[in-house]
Nanobody, 116 residues
Framework: QVQIVEFGGGSVQPGGSLRLRCACS????????LGWSRQAPGKQRELVAR???????DYAYSVKGRFTISRDNAKKTVWLQMNSLKPEDTAAYYC??????????WGQGTAVTVSS
């Protein structure tokens, strides 16, 4: 059974950094594509970053150069390092896993607030 739990949200000043962690359980983690999405109040959820099973990454234009997604297959964990944070990065951040054999799964989300 696949489970996903996010950690690391919080409040930070503009220009600051946060590192989100997504802890996963389930089999064949190394075959999963993993992503971080976010949803700000009143807005649609948007994909922020994605990493495939072979380590290829893709980023939304708004975060490119500031955010980095990475994974550790042995720990079944994916991180999102967020630097140079802006107020418009304020949102609930969600981790998701696309598995080849049992579908897609989402975590409950973690809140990030960027404010002075």
């Amino acid at each position: 059974q696949v489970q996903i739990v996010e950690f690391g949200g919080g409040s930070v000043q503009p220009g600051g950094s946060l590192r989100l962690r997504c802890a996963c359980s389930g089999s064949m983690f190394e075959t999963w594509s993993l992503g971080w999405s976010r949803q700000a109040p009143g807005k649609q959820r948007e994909l922020v970053a994605r990493i495939t099973s072979d380590g290829s990454t893709d980023y939304a234009y708004s975060v490119k150069g500031r955010f980095t997604i990475s994974r550790d297959n042995a720990k079944k964990t994916v991180w999102l390092q967020m630097n140079s944070l802006k107020p418009e990065d304020t949102a609930a951040y969600y981790c998701n896993a696309d598995t080849p054999y049992s579908g897609s799964y989402w975590g409950q989300g973690t809140a990030v607030t960027v404010s002075s």
